[in-house]
Structures are given as C-alpha cells and as structure tokens.
C-alpha cells in the first residue's frame, strides 16, 4: 500500500510540470505588459524620460521580470542571447521582428540605441521649444519603436526628416541626429544575413530564470504578488476561499442529505411512481444549467438592484457586538440562499443518481435475497446490508468533490457577485493578473489529483477485495 | 424438381443470413435504442436542431427571399452567399438603402424578416414579446421582444442554434479525431507491441525537433504578419515534409544491423500518463484562460481548444474496445495475411470500437454546448458582434426586468444539453448487454 501510494505521489510531480509549464507559458504568450499594467494610474510622466525608465526598471525588478523566461531557449542563430535585457516588451517584440527579418543584431542594436539617444535629443529640445512642427517630428519618430515594417520606417524617417528642414531651429537639433539614425537603419539593411535565421541556436540561461523564481517560490508556498493592486496572491486567496468554502460546504451538506435517502429509497422502490417522478425530476434538474438557474432567479426573484457589492467580504474575523453579529449573520443567510441553492441542485442530482445506480446494482446481489430470506427487517437488510456496499459511487465521487470547492462554482460566483474563488480566477485571467491564475490553476490540479487518490485509498479501505499493492498497474 | 429444390434451399439460406444479420451487433444496438422512446424523441428534436442550424440563413434573415424591383427579380438570401464567396456582388441600390425600404413590386421575407445582427432603431430598449411594437405589420413583429439594441432575440435564437450545433460537430470532431489515434495507438500497440528501429526512432525525435524549429520558431515572423491560417497550413507542410524526409531516411538507414536494431516503446503508458496529466488540469479553468490569451479569438478558436482538451475520455474508451479486440481472431487473422499495422488498426480494428464512443461523444457534444454557452455568458473569447444563446443570457444580467432574454436562450440550451444526455444514456442502455432482452 505504501508502496503504491509513494508510486502515485511521484506521478504527481511530471503533472504538476507541465501544468506549470502550461500556465507560465499562457502568461507569456498572453498580450500585454506587467509592468505596465502595473503602472497604470501613476504612470511615469513623460517629460522625464530617465525617471521614466527607472522607475520603469525597478518595477520590471520587482516583478521579478529583468531575468530570462526560461531555461533554455531553441532560436535561431540570429537572436542574441541577451535580448531579455530590454525590459519592454514591445520595444522588444518589434527588435525581434527586425531581427526575424534581416537577421543581424549588432547593427540593429546599434539602430535601438540611436533611437534611445534620439528620445534623450528630443527631450532636451522640447524643453526649449514646443512648436507643431515639433510635435509631428517628435511623434513620427517615437512610432519608430513599434514599428518594423521597412516601408513604414523608411516613410517615418523621411518625414521627420522634411519636416525638420522646415523649422531652422529644429534643424540646427535635430536633422544631424535623424540623419544618423537614417544611415545607421540603411546599415541594416546593407549588412543582412537572412541566412543566420535558419541556423538553430539551443541558448542555456541558467537557473536563475522567471520560469525557476516561480517554481521554487511556489514550492516554498510563497505564491507571488498581484500584478494588479500588489497584494500577496496568499492572502487575497485566503479572503475569497473563505466564501467558496462556505457556500459549497453548505451546499454540498445539503446536497448529501437529501440525496443518499432519494437515492436508497428510489431504488429499494424502483418503478414505483415515486422512483419514477424522482428519476425524471432529477434528470431535468442535472440538465439545468446552474448559470441559467442562477441568471433566472436573479431576474425573476432579486430587483435589479440586487447585488452583493456593499456585502462585507472581509469575512467574520472582526468580532461585532452581539446584535450586530445576529444581524449580520441573517443579512449572509438570506444573500447567500441563492447561490447555495444554484449549487445545491446540480448536486443533488448527480449524488442521488449515482447513489440510485449503486443501490440497484447491490440489491441483484445474491447475498441481499439471502438477508431477506434469512427473515431480517427490512431495516437492517436496506441500511446494515445494502447501503454499506453501494457508498463506492459515493466514495469516488469526493475526488470531484475538492476541486469543485476550491475552483468554486465559478458561474454562481460571478452571477451572484461573491468575492469567492471562482471570481477571484475569473477577474484575474481578465485582468492578466498572471500570479493569480498560476497559483489557482496549480492548486486545483493538486487538489484534484489528491481527490483521486484520496478516492482510491478510501476505495481500498472501504472494500478489502480492492487491493493495490498486489495490483499490477 | 432439382431447381425447385435448389431454390427453397437458396430462400432457406437468405432467410437464415437475413437473421444472421438481424443479429448483427449494430442491428441489436439499434433495436435496443429503439425502445427507449425519450432517446428516439431526442434523436427527432436533434434532427429539427440540426435542420434548424443548416437553414438559419432562410429562417431569419433581414434580406428577403425573392424580391423583384422595376421588373428585375432577385433571390437576395442566395446571392449573399456568393458575394460572401467573392463570385458576385451587389448591386449599387442594396447598398444605398436598407432592405425594408426599397418599394418592390413583388417580395417575399424570410420567417423571421430580422438577421441576429440586424438593428431595429425603432424598437430598441427592450421590447416585450407581448407589448406595443413600432412595426409595420404583425408580419414584422418581434414576437420574442428585442434587446437593448433593437435586435431581434428570434433571429438571435437562430443564429444561436447554428453556433451551438457547429461548436458540438466541430469541437467534438477534433477530440474524436485526437481521441481515436491516442486511443488507438495505446490500445492496440499496449506496452509490448510497438516496435521501432534504433535509427528510426532517433531520426523521428530529430525530425520533431527540427519541425518545431523551421515549422514554427523560425516561422514565427511570418505567422505575426500574415493570415494565421494559412500560414499555420504552411508549417503544418513543413512539419509533414521533414517527418518524411526523416522516416525515409530511417527506412534506408535501418539495414545497417546496430542501427535497426527494434526497441519496444510502452505506447500505453506513454498515452495513459498524458491523459492523466490532461484529466487532472481544471478543464474550466484551463479554457478560460487560453481562451482570454488568445488575441482576435474567434468562436472556432474556441471550439478547437475545447476539441484539444475534451480528447481523453475519447480516448480512454477507444484503448479499453482495442484492448479486447485486439486479441479477437480476425485481427490475428489478419496479421497472418500480412497487412500492415496502420492498415489493420484503421480498417479493421476501429470500425468495431467506434459504436461505444458514440456515448462518450453523445455526452461529450453535451458539455462543449454547456461550455461554450457559458463562455459567451461571461463574454470571454466569443466575439462580442456574435449573437449565441449565452450572449443573450448575459444580457438578462443587466436589465432583469426583460425576462425573455433570460427564459428563451436558457430553454435552448437546457433541451439541447438534455438531448444529448438523453442520446447518451439511451445508447448506453442499447450498448449495455445486460439489459438486453
């Protein structure tokens, strides 16, 4: 047995490597800048550029975003190695398309620092002297960062140029540096080794990688800050489990209670009108879909202006007076009957018609017809007998049972507007608030695959003919 | 008096082979489904369902059928699909104005003379199925009320039909397809009959590597720049052109004896440990936030991630049937004749395992619809201009006083998703052979 669950635990780790692989790499692909969704509301002001870039800078340090994605990286030849160093992603999403296209970093790179060099120039002009014509130079030289396409920075260039050559004083600062920049992209082009972009290139950077600082923070339970509002993902966790954990326990209690005598009874009395009225009730309500449910009960049973925003969603930690708490507590009670109904339901008929099938196939059994002959009640034939052996359904049915809570119904919370798990992970794979998402989509595979062996391990336990160690699996 | 016998012999023969094929598998399946009347009632609305989806454009449409204007006739709906193919284009006049104010001399409309975009300024702001309606005639009333917009919630029901039966085909092909090969190869090959040659192997680990690099890293400009599509079809060759040139390589190089030297691959562990990996990762979760990565995400980039990752129950039927066929005599039968492998997997092995993955596809179909619903319903990855089921549901959220965007969307989906359960558990009962007879 322990050899078997020492089996099972290793299997974990290969798993947990490619989810992890698999959400670091969404979050990579995904659109959008960290740090600027970072910055956003006190971005850096424009004027000055050397705060700008290092405040821009820190932040990227802070995220932990300065260091290479991963381990290794399979190139061509063309890239250098040290690209991840230019710390904005579209400055460096348009340099690698420059290199995709003509294959030789050194003068590219060259070209970038010209054009840093020329945003400095245009600084220092700007604070002199602000004219219109000033601004259209100034604004198609700064669409040169994004832009990669050679007829489109070729037509930049060229109307900078002009429209520098109107203005005598904007000629004497800027045309020497455009022309630089001019001569120095037509280097580029001039010095093309296209060929170099077919050579494979298997790069190594090391383990101090983003790719290892968040595997090994997350092994260490340190599960990251919040790209958006700064908060440790652990504890904006904490405050939305909270919710999930009690909407869905309650659910579920509910959900067993009622279904395991649904189930036993419409079995014992199958074809009767109570097994049937009861199958094709639940049937229908298996079929519902709980966001329909939910959508409709908002609508028909709440006014519009129903909604859990001014709910307090800190939790019940700060101890009100007595009244208050009372209060309180029916104020949750009578916000939270909805969802709890909406998850309650679908629940409740999966349970009741698994325990319905587990209960048929135990009462065929010869053993059943030998406890009725032998002249027991039908009491301890139904519950002592038969209910024992038909809880396996039941027992297997907790490996859903984990990850369903910590997931949380992600439709009831969202419709509901409950601060739980589930609109938690939703509003932050909107917000691309990345540590978030990894955190969740790692802790719900292991609980998952924890429920699965949870199942089996009870599985054994409750049926001494399954036997894994003997097992060949 | 000889052929009077020869003959009663002959009809003797053909009854007895008529029941023999009564008796076929398919034959007993099909008349154990029979029985269940909730399964062949479902099987009926499936076929309305489907005939829905394949006529929308002629059910609920804002262009009419057949018009004709100073004296020229035209099948608008018809021509809509040629200019959309590019063959033709429309006249000036259908540009100038809108299709409910030229005078025409002779016009018929669609069912539902609204198309699920169309906007009806006069009959915005949430008009009830039942209430006062600006229109010109009860012909075109909206007779399931209007959005905030003023589109129609009938044709949005149409068009909502047509997307839920496309992303049930089109998502569920795609896991049937990755389904059936995983499940295939685990299945019929188990750990100890794959065998490949040293060389061959390598050379298909190489081969691997090097499509990944000129099929894609090396591509990865031209795929920013140019149609996804069709840029995806041109690696896609890549990769197809390097795994031949290296598999022919390998057939070549495979005389040499150190080099053809067979290793025994464990295809079933090798499947079954990535179907566990696949089954542990939340489905929901991991949907969700591939489908908000993806820029310009379209509903068809949603129907194939739901495909890539609803596979593994596919497959987990289709390598237990190939378990149990795989030691059948015919099978042994036609290893004997010398087939090939791939031969015998694809024409003789699954043909027979295909009937007990209708269920997982049945329930499978099922769970894309829910998905894809509920996608939309918090608007994540569906495009915001496509009207389906769950977009209408989502616009109950914001106005709860118009009820029917909250009933009739969510009674669309709840039948459809309880058809396809019904189909399910109906074949499972005609498959199951203890409740035969």
Known sequence: ?473 | MLIGVKKEKDTAEGIARRQAMGQSYRAIVRRQFRKNRMAVWSLRLLYLLLFIALTADFIANERPLYCKIDGETHFPIFKQYAVSLGLSSWEARFFQKGWREHDYDKVIWAPIPYSATTIDRRNNNYKAPGSEQDVDSARFRHWLGTDQLGRDVAAGMISGTRIAMLVGVVSMSIAALIGIFFGALAGYFGDDRFQASRIGLVLNILGILASIFYGFTARAYAFSEGTFSVELLKSLGITVAIMALMNLLARALKRIPSLGKPVTLPLDIMVMRLIEVISSIPGLLLVLSIVAVIEHSSIFSVMAIIGLIRWTGIARFIRAELLRIRSLEYIEAAQALGFSEWRIIFRHAIPNALTPVLITIAFGVASAILLEAFLSFLSVGVPPEQVTWGSLLRLARSQASAWWLAVFPGFAIFITVTIFNLLGEGLTDALDPRLRN
Request: net charge positive.
């Open chain 1, 1 to 473: 047995m322990l050899q078997y669950l020492l089996k099972r635990i290793l299997i974990f780790i290969p798993t947990l490597l490619v989810i992890s692989l698999l959400a670091f790499g969404l979050s990579k692909i995904a659109p959008g800048d960290p740090v600027e969704l970072k910055l956003r509301g006190f971005g850096p002001d424009q004027q000055n550029l050397a705060n700008a870039e290092r405040i821009y800078r820190e932040t990227a340090d802070f995220l932990g975003l300065n260091k290479p994605v991963f381990y290794v990286g399979l190139t061509s030849a063309a890239y250098p190695d040290t690209l991840y160093n230019i710390l904005r992603r579209d400055h460096r999403e348009n340099l690698s398309k420059l290199i995709a296209q003509y294959g030789n970093w050194k003068p590219i790179s060259d070209y970038y620092q010209q054009l840093l060099k020329m945003n400095y120039t245009l600084q220092e002009v700007s604070a002199r002297q602000e004219s219109n014509t000033f601004r259209s130079v100034r604004s198609s030289l700064q669409q040169l960062f994004l832009s990669h396409a050679d007829v489109r920075i070729t037509s930049l260039l060229e109307e900078a140029e002009t429209q520098a050559l109107q203005d005598s004083s904007l000629q004497a600062a800027l045309l020497g540096p455009i022309r630089e920049l001019r001569s120095s992209y037509e280097t580029i082009k001039t010095e093309a080794r296209p060929d170099l972009l077919y050579l494979p290139d298997l790069k190594w950077y090391g383990l101090d990688n983003q790719y290892h600082n968040w595997l090994t923070g997350f092994l260490q339970l340190d599960f990251g800050i919040s790209y958006y509002d700064s908060r440790p993902v652990a504890d904006k966790m904490k405050d939305a489990l909270f919710w999930t954990v009690l909407i869905n326990g309650i659910a579920i209690l509910l959900a067993y209670m009622l279904s395991i005598p649904l189930g036993v009874f419409s079995a014992i009395w199958k074809g009767s009108v109570f097994d049937r009225a009861s199958t094709i009730v639940l049937f229908i309500l298996y079929s519902l879909p709980s966001f329909w449910i939910g959508t409709m009960l908002l609508v028909f049973f709440t006014t519009p202006e129903y909604g859990m925003d001014w709910f307090p969603s800190i939790g019940l930690g700060n101890l009100p007076p007595e009244a208050s708490f009372w209060s309180r507590f029916w104020e949750t009670a009578s916000h939270l009957g909805l969802p709890v109904f909406c998850l309650a339901y679908g629940a409740l008929a999966f349970i009741s018609r698994q325990m319905r099938g587990g209960m048929l196939n135990v009462i065929r059994q010869d053993y059943i017809r030998t406890a009725w002959a032998k002249g027991l009640s039908s009491r301890a034939v139904i519950w002592k007998h038969a209910f024992r052996n038909s809880l396996f359904p039941i027992i297997t049915m907790f490996a859903n049972i984990f990850p369903a809570v910590f997931a949380g119904s992600v439709a009831i919370e969202v419709i509901f507007n409950i601060p739980g798990m589930g609109k938690l992970t939703i509003d932050a794979i909107n917000q691309r608030d990345w540590p978030v998402v990894y955190t969740v989509l790692m802790l719900s595979a292991i609980l998952t695959m924890a429920g699965i062996l949870i199942a089996d391990v009870l599985y054994a336990w409750a049926d001494p003919r399954v036997s894994y160690s003997r097992n060949k699996r």
